[in-house]
């Protein structure tokens, strides 16, 4: 998050060492969603929520979706990362779980 101090948060991605980095091909789309998402892009980097970064060993492809307004939203496609990654021994718990649980 923007603003926020690298000494309060950091995030790391626990890759697996044997895990070799996959680039995908990137999808084509229509013109006009391209330049829905380049306009959508631009606004994340000018928020500061997204960079660029130039010599990235793992390339996701930019999935849109479009809002029930016409919008486009964007989405990345993690599938191949998310294979690289351990699983979490300790998952979150199910929050409907949790609300119920305390209400009572």
């Not at 631009?42 to 928020?47: C, F, P, V, W």
Request: proline share 6%; charged share 30%.
């Amino acid at each position: 998050m923007p603003g926020l101090s690298h000494d309060v948060a950091v995030h790391k991605l626990a890759i697996k060492a044997d895990a070799t980095p996959i680039k995908q091909a990137p999808r084509r789309m229509r013109l006009e969603i391209e330049e829905q998402v380049i306009a959508e892009t631009k606004k994340l980097i000018d928020a500061g929520f997204i960079r660029e970064e130039k010599y990235a060993y793992w390339i996701t492809n930019i999935v849109p979706v479009k809002k029930k307004n016409g919008q486009i939203r964007i989405c990345i496609d993690f599938r191949d990362l998310n294979k690289a990654c351990p699983k979490d021994d300790f998952p979150l718990s199910v929050s409907e779980l949790l609300v119920e649980n305390t209400s009572n």
